[in-house]
């Protein structure tokens, strides 16, 4: 049994709010969110991070496509966010890749 959140949930033994999946990812409502709409999109195989998914071009390729699907769906016409935080001194706290799906409010710059 593996220690990673994330793999846990993709293996069905943590239950998660999914709302899409694709050949190389899954996509689920993310439990602290800080916009209307938070959705972490989630490589399926255990990869630690953004850089290192980079070396696996088509599934990297997929964990976008999925973000930008889920932001479609979600309704997000206006604009999103899609963050990835890598590394510690970089907010990276599941050192598992993922995107945060993030919208459905005004997002920072430029004010107003």
Do not use: K
């Amino acid at each position: 049994m593996t220690e990673c959140l994330f793999c846990r949930i993709v293996s069905g033994e943590i239950p998660a709010e999914v709302v899409a999946t694709s050949e190389h990812a899954l996509a689920f409502r993310d439990i602290n969110p800080t916009a209307p709409t938070h959705v972490l999109v989630i490589p399926t195989r255990h990869v630690v991070d953004i850089p290192t998914l980079a070396q696996a071009p088509t599934e990297l390729a997929d964990l976008v496509a999925l973000g930008a699907r889920v932001a479609a769906s979600e309704g997000l016409d206006d604009g999103y966010r899609l963050v990835a935080n890598t590394g510690r001194a970089g907010g990276q706290v599941v050192f598992h890749a993922h995107l945060h799906v993030i919208g459905g409010r005004r997002m920072g710059w430029p004010p107003g």
